[in-house]
């Protein structure tokens, strides 16, 4: 039986974010927004609708008189990612038998 994907990691900008900090932890927007080539605005989208979940936590200081972002994985996004992970292996070994 195929396990139901997560909709809000569905959405292929939202997992490319939750992926890279699953490996960094923490990460500045001008990094995610270099790594995922996405638009200012839309990476802020998405980081919106993840912080909503709880996916992420969203930190904005400042550096040198300029706005800083950092983003950092939650344990409930980290879950989420390892569940959706899980729900896609359904799918890729049903495809294998």
Not at 88 to 96: Q, R
């Given at each position: 039986m195929f396990k139901i994907l997560n909709p809000i990691l569905h959405n292929q900008l939202?997992?490319?974010i939750v992926s890279l900090l699953i490996s960094v932890e923490e990460a500045e927007?001008?990094?995610l927004k270099e790594k995922t080539a996405a638009s200012s605005g839309n990476l802020s989208v998405q980081i919106s609708k993840l912080k909503d979940i709880g996916y992420i936590a969203v930190e904005k200081t400042f550096r040198d008189n300029f706005p800083?972002?950092?983003c950092r994985i939650t344990d409930t996004g980290k879950q989420a990612f390892l569940e959706y992970v899980e729900a896609?292996?359904?799918?890729?070994?049903?495809?294998?038998k």
């Open positions: 939202r997992l490319a927007f001008k990094y800083l972002t950092t896609l292996e359904t799918y890729i070994n049903k495809a294998d």
